[in-house]
Structures are given as C-alpha cells and as structure tokens.
C-alpha cells in the first residue's frame, strides 16, 4: 500500500512538472499555482493524509491583505514618460491619443476602421491609452455594481478571443458602440488565440476611455500572465510592440473586477461561483467525482461584500487567491455538489443546488457566465445560470454561433434575451498563429 501511495505521488509530482514546463516558454515570474510552491523538493512527500496524494487548504480566506507573488513592473511617472517619448511614425493617418478627453466618437470609428486594414496604433499610444485605462481601473472594486434602471437595457459579452473581424461585425452590427444609453459588459477573455488581441484589447479601452461608467469589465481566465504566456497574446506584444508593454497590459489584467451585480439581481463572472470551503485536491477525485461531491463542500455561503474587499490585484492561484480562481476558472455541472475540473489542477465545478445556494444566499435571481464554447452562442447550462460565448467558430473550427445577452429592465425585472450572430471572413492568419511554434511566433 505504501509503494502504490508513493507511485500515485510521484506521477501526480511529473504530471505537474509537465504541466510546468508547458506553461514555462519563457524566463517569466511564476505566476500561477502550478508553480514551485505546489511542487515538492527531491525525497519530499505529497502526502496530505489517509495515505492519499494531493493538497489540502482550510482556508476560506478571500485574499483581503494577501500580497501578491508576482514581480510586478514599476507604473508611474517614468513609464509615462517613457511613453510621453516614443515617436509616432510620420506616415501615420490613424486618430491621435491625447489623453481620454480625445477619445470619441470619430477617434473609435477610425480606429475600428483602421484595424479592418490591419494598420497599427503607435507604440506611444498604445503605452498611453493603457496607462489611463490602468488609472480608471484602480478606481473600481473587485465585485462592481451596476445600475439597470427601468425601461433600461445593458448587454452583456461574452469570449472574443481576439477575434476581431467577428468583434467589430459584433459592435457595428449586433449591440451597437457603448454609450450612457447602450452600456455594455465585457466578461472576459478578450485576449488569446485569435491573432488580433492587440487590436481587440485597444478597442475595448478605447471605449472604456470615452465612457468609463457605461462600459465594463470581468476579469477572465485568459487575462492573466499564465495563459498570455501560452496562447499567443504575449508573443503578439512582443511581435507588434515589445515586451515592456506586455508587461502594463498584465498590470491592466490585475486590476479588472471579478464580478458585477447587475441592478442587485444578476450574478456576473466569467466563470464560476466560490469553490468549496476546504480547497482539497487529492489523486481519487477525478477518478471518483460523485464521491468527492460529497466531501468537497462549503457551509458557510460567500457574501457580496466579501466578493466586494477580495484582493484582486495578483496572478491568480488557488492557494493564497481562492475566490478569483473560482470565477476565472470554474465550470458549472449538471450532477450536485463540487467536482474536480479537468482544465487544471485545484479548479472546481459546481453543480444546481451550489449555484442556488449562492444566489439564495445573495439574494440574487440568475447568474451570467462565459468560459466555455457553445454551439448556440448561449445556454442555460444548469438552472438559472447561463452560459454566453461571443466568440463565433471559435479557433475558426469549433462551429458554433456567437451570442450576447440583452438585459432589460421591465417592470423591475432583468428580463434576458440572446442576440446571435455568425463568423465573418478575415484575413487568412490561422487561429493560434502566435503561439510558440506557430506561423507568427517570434522565434
């Protein structure tokens, strides 16, 4: 017993070393838990009781206070300066950035008809434009409210992936630009993949420079260091810019809220709900997951004011940042209880009776969510959580629809409907193109 106690600990130790050299293309600071911190030194145990491999938290800690294991770049005077002194090539006839106040309707018209030609912003204003978004940013909470008056509207957005052919068809054509009439909510994932995430990524700031308060963001999976690294954004900066600057997007990222309560009714994160209350994570689970619904657990429900005081401002990882893997990372499930996640490791999903749970305890009616491909561009995936994708034949195979979802108050109520719409032509750069390895890939 003790022989196959230490086989199981020593495949689950090379499973995540390889999971780590993956993740690892480059000499970037460990920013995710699959990490040193999760791997043993030689002739260490991962032992964590009952002669059982895996990792084993009790804490039900948010983060509040929790510094970040991130080595983080030096935002201030100087990079704005660094910036202020970057030419603007003298062939440019794009719009000029000069400050927030000079973002309006023409500037982001030009410049969604500007990336149609697949010309670039200036590197000055690339710096300058994230730099003022980075200071709004700052000013937001990790749970953000927002008002949906009656007779009002908000849409919400889904995945975009960098995709920006269907992204702008999505502005000009389904939910119109943002505005105080038109508010809009972007739930992650703008980035990765899709070989025009620069563009993408400019645009959304763009709009959150002309209206900070009618356009909004969730952070999602795909803003954070350990999947810029590994599907493509990162090489994209580095391609079209330079690697200082992906460093002040990751900034950007760090700041984004987690969640947003729409009128004090609906729950909205890219992905998920708290996780269980004690953060287990042993070898059997994935093998047995009924069995370990019934010991992953949470008794004591998570409050939006606790959501509200998390520390969002970190690379997520489940040991010191429990809440914000869970809304980055998880998935909802159709059977009860948590699961083990098949994505990576110490991600969990959640079934009907946790999502109620959650939504009873909250006082709220219906969660939004996005993080997973659908082939209608939306579903109702378990009871009063819906999934929407805005990301249309995704990686140009998958074959699904897109959707948003339009939010209208009537009478009081949130009532949704799904606007779906379909993949446009773009130019022939293959999906994924800047991923290490990949056509557009520096080398």
């Keep these: 017993m003790a022989g196959r106690s230490r086989a199981r600990a020593e495949a689950l130790r090379l499973s995540i070393l390889s999971l780590v050299l993956v993740l ?107 730099l003022d978004v980075l200071d709004i940013l700052k000013q937001e909470k990790s749970l953000q409210r927002v008002a949906v008056p009656p007779g009002s509207k908000i849409t919400v957005v889904g995945d975009i992936h960098g995709q920006y052919f269907d992204f702008v068809h999505m502005i000009e054509q389904v939910t119109g630009k943002p505005s105080p009439q038109n508010p ?131 690379e997520p990882n489940p040991m010191d940042f429990p809440l914000v893997i869970d809304f980055l990372w998880s998935d909802p499930k159709g059977a009860n209880g948590y699961g083990p996640s098949t994505r990576v490791p110490m991600v969990y999903t959640f079934g009907p009776d946790v999502a109620q749970r959650f939504l009873q305890a909250n006082n709220l009616k219906y969660m939004l969510r996005s993080h997973e491909t659908k082939s209608a561009g939306f579903q109702e995936t378990i009871p009063n959580v819906i999934t929407v994708f805005s990301a249309p034949n995704y990686i140009d195979r998958a074959g699904n629809l897109a959707a948003v979802a339009v939010l209208t108050n009537q009478g009081g109520n949130l009532d949704k409907q799904f606007v779906q719409f379909q993949h446009q032509p773009h130019p022939d750069i293959e999906s994924g193109a800047y991923m290490k390895g990949k056509s557009l890939a520096p080398s």
């Design 24 to 130: 690892s293309s480059r000499a970037w600071p460990w920013p995710a838990w699959v990490g040193p911190p999760l791997i043993p030194l030689a002739g260490q145990s991962l032992t964590s009781g009952h002669g059982s491999t895996g990792y084993r938290s009790t804490s039900r800690s948010t983060g509040a206070g929790v510094k970040p294991r991130v080595l983080r770049m030096a935002i201030g005077a100087d990079l704005r300066a660094y910036a202020q002194s970057l030419p603007v090539p003298p062939d440019y006839t794009g719009p000029p950035y000069n400050g927030p106040s000079s973002v309006n309707d023409a500037f982001v018209d030009h410049l969604l008809n500007m990336y149609k030609t697949q010309a670039k912003l200036p590197m000055k204003y690339s710096y300058l434009m994230a």
């Design 184 to 314: 809009i909510l972007f739930n992650g994932d703008f980035v990765d993949r899709g070989p025009w995430s620069v563009e993408v990524l400019l645009c959304l700031y763009a709009f959150k420079l002309q209206y900070p308060t009618a356009v909004h963001f969730n952070r999602g999976n795909h803003e954070s260091e350990m999947t810029n690294y590994q599907y493509g954004f990162a090489n994209e900066v580095k391609v079209k810019y330079e690697d200082k600057l992906m460093e002040l997007f990751s900034e950007t990222f760090r700041y984004l809220p987690l969640a947003t309560v729409l009128e004090n009714q609906v729950f909205v994160s890219h992905a998920g709900v708290p996780g269980p209350q004690e953060r287990l994570w042993e070898d059997w689970m994935q093998k047995a997951p009924d069995e370990a619904a019934g010991v992953l657990r949470r008794d004591q429900q998570v409050t939006l004011a606790e959501i509200e005081a998390t520390n969002r401002v970190c």
